[in-house]
């Protein structure tokens, strides 16, 4: 992963002297196997580790090295896995854990503690913890979107806590369900979904603080300039600053453009002109400097589209300005075989996405008719990308899938049982 501006977490952890200057930033790898970095973190991170080729820092007291990875494994380089849209596998690149490699604790919120192995538990079908495996490629995490009500339904919540590290709230932080009335805001929901990811030890993408839908009608009403920047500012700082600390990333705009690459009409956009993203991203560090700051669209998946170009240019002239961007996030919500986005164009289009920014992600992918091969290509591309730092799928189980089971979008079947492609992911990884 990529940091931007030491600076800013020097001034968050007051690191000062020069030992300090070189410690491992919050959120980064401090330890792994063939990892060649530093393995002491900030002031007040601790280095947990999670497994033999992953190690993080994560809140907690004082700096601690990363662990040594286990003398029994033997370990010797191969070259990362290429993506490839017929492929049924992808390249080795990881150690498989040894039989006696036995889970860290959980180490405090915001934390991600995977499943004892790579292995996982077995449950539902799953051959793998898809969490750890690609833990295993040197990525932060595999998540899933889910809400409060979704947890309770099934076998949704065990499914969650065996195979995945991240989750994202599908609708609880939205503006609707936080502030409908302003001023006043309706948490509980989100306080369920953190509440449920930091007693598992999940990561946590917060999703969103600025949408166009899902609006509260009253924002939408607004026609004064200042009242409305107002209004946005102190619904950013208030969703983003109850959770400080406790979320990995926050989604801070999202769906600001339309499909050539221009601004979408919205009532942000309307009355603030562009410079509510910039707004809105600096309140956001204000509110918690931690947190990984996200725009986030859909149908950037052709390198030559036009939005995908759009976001790529105001990426980069938002960053040149001082906007406190740190990451670029792509739902792909794609289809197979795809016609206006072929899934075998994902990964070059996600490695434009990725050049533009600090780090990268895939927040909400869901492959309508998606074959397993299709699965290993978005995945496969991820790996691939230095600075791509995950993948979130839209929920665990077709019958909770926003474009409905018919097509089979997602990795588990309605009985919540690993699909092939689920299993696929996990030998591609291996």
């Not at 080729?53 to 700096?63: E, F, K, L, N």
């Not at 309706?186 to 949408?211: E, M, P, Y």
């Not at 406790?246 to 002109?273: C, H, M, P, T």
Request: a neutral charge; one cysteine or more; glycine letters at 10%.
């Amino acid at each position: 992963m990529h940091f931007r501006d030491a600076s800013i977490y020097m001034a968050v952890v007051g690191l000062t002297s020069t030992t300090a200057l070189a410690a491992v930033a919050p959120f980064g790898q401090c330890g792994g196997v063939n990892y060649k970095g530093d393995s002491a973190c900030a002031s007040g991170w601790t280095c947990n580790k999670y497994n033999d080729w992953y190690s993080q820092c994560i809140p907690g007291g004082g700096v601690k090295p990363a662990a040594s990875p286990s003398p029994s494994l033997t370990v010797s380089p191969s070259p990362a896995a290429s993506p490839s849209p017929t492929a049924t596998s992808a390249s080795s690149s990881i150690v498989k854990p040894a039989p006696s490699a036995s889970p860290s604790p959980s180490a405090g919120s915001g934390g991600n503690t995977p499943a004892p192995n790579v292995a996982g538990s077995g449950r539902n079908g799953a051959k793998c913890n898809l969490d750890a495996a690609f833990k295993a490629k040197g990525k932060k995490y595999v998540g899933v979107a889910t809400d409060q009500y979704t947890l309770s339904a099934g076998k949704n919540k065990e499914v969650i806590v065996d195979n995945f590290g991240c989750v994202t709230p599908e609708n609880s932080m939205k503006w609707d369900a936080t502030e409908r009335s302003e001023g006043q805001f309706t948490l509980d929901g989100a306080n369920a979904l953190v509440s449920f990811a930091t007693g598992n030890g999940k990561l946590i993408r917060g999703h969103t603080t600025v949408w166009h839908s899902q609006l509260a009608p009253w924002v939408s009403q607004i026609r004064d300039k200042a009242k409305l920047e107002e209004v946005m500012v102190n619904h950013i700082k208030k969703l983003v600053g109850t959770y400080a600390g406790k979320i990995y990333a926050w989604d801070v705009v999202n769906e600001i453009f339309d499909e050539q690459g221009g601004f979408r009409s919205s009532v942000f956009y309307n009355v603030l002109g562009e410079g509510f993203v910039s707004t809105a991203f600096h309140a956001a560090r204000q509110a918690d400097p931690l947190a990984k700051l996200y725009i986030n669209d859909y149908n950037l998946d052709g390198a030559n589209y036009g939005k995908t170009k759009g976001m790529i240019t105001h990426v980069k002239q938002w960053i040149a300005a001082g906007v406190p961007i740190d990451g670029i996030g792509s739902q792909s919500h794609v289809s197979s075989p795809g016609t206006l986005f072929p899934i075998s164009g994902v990964p070059a289009a996600l490695k434009a996405l990725c050049d533009a920014a600090p780090e990268c992600a895939v927040t909400e992918l869901d492959i309508n008719n998606g074959k397993p091969a299709d699965w290993v290509t978005v995945f496969d591309a991820c790996v691939d990308i230095k600075n791509c730092v995950g993948i979130t799928v839209w929920g665990v189980s077709d019958t909770n899938s926003w474009i409905g089971a018919a097509g089979g979008p997602l990795l588990f079947d309605g009985s919540f049982q690993a699909k092939p492609s689920y299993n696929e992911l996990c030998s591609a990884l291996a």
